[in-house]
């Protein structure tokens, strides 16, 4: 079994911000702190070389915000992750959030289906 600090040096996570968006916890940012986020985000693009950053609970964050705010924050970071030539990974829930929010959410994005086996189990 290894050590964290051995796994945080053989993975480089030492560089990688690992945060949970609420507002309990020391290692948490608030989810109507939505510049912190983008902040947070846009500086380890800056940093890192083949960046990928995963954003999840973007419909908690909708629901803290509203839907503008959060369509912005992804804008904004959607432009670094094309300068930067990294991947976002955006798990969405699409019976969580309006068809419209969806619709431009999934605008600029790539859509990644399941495989057949997975969908074939879940019918």
């Given at each position: 079994m290894?050590s964290p600090?051995?796994i945080?040096?053989r ?10 968006i ?7 940012v608030n989810p109507?702190d939505?510049?912190?986020?983008a902040?947070?985000t ?6 890192s070389?083949n960046?990928v ?18 369509l912005r ?10 300068l930067q030539?990294a ?10 959030i309006e068809?419209?929010?969806l619709?431009?959410i ?14 074939r189990?879940?019918e």
């Amino acid at each position: 079994m290894h050590s964290p600090q051995e796994i945080r040096l053989r993975y480089a996570l030492q560089t990688t911000p690992i945060f949970w968006i609420s507002n309990h916890g020391t290692r948490s940012v608030n989810p109507i702190d939505l510049e912190v986020i983008a902040d947070i985000t846009i500086k380890f693009l800056k940093q890192s070389k083949n960046p990928v950053v995963l954003l999840d609970g973007i419909e908690h964050l909708i629901f803290e915000n509203g839907s503008a705010p959060v369509l912005r924050l992804l804008r904004d970071i959607e432009e670094w992750i094309i300068l930067q030539r990294a991947i976002l990974i955006l798990p969405v829930n699409p019976a969580a959030i309006e068809k419209k929010e969806l619709a431009l959410i999934e605008r600029n994005m790539n859509e990644l289906r399941p495989n057949s086996n997975e969908e074939r189990a879940n019918e």
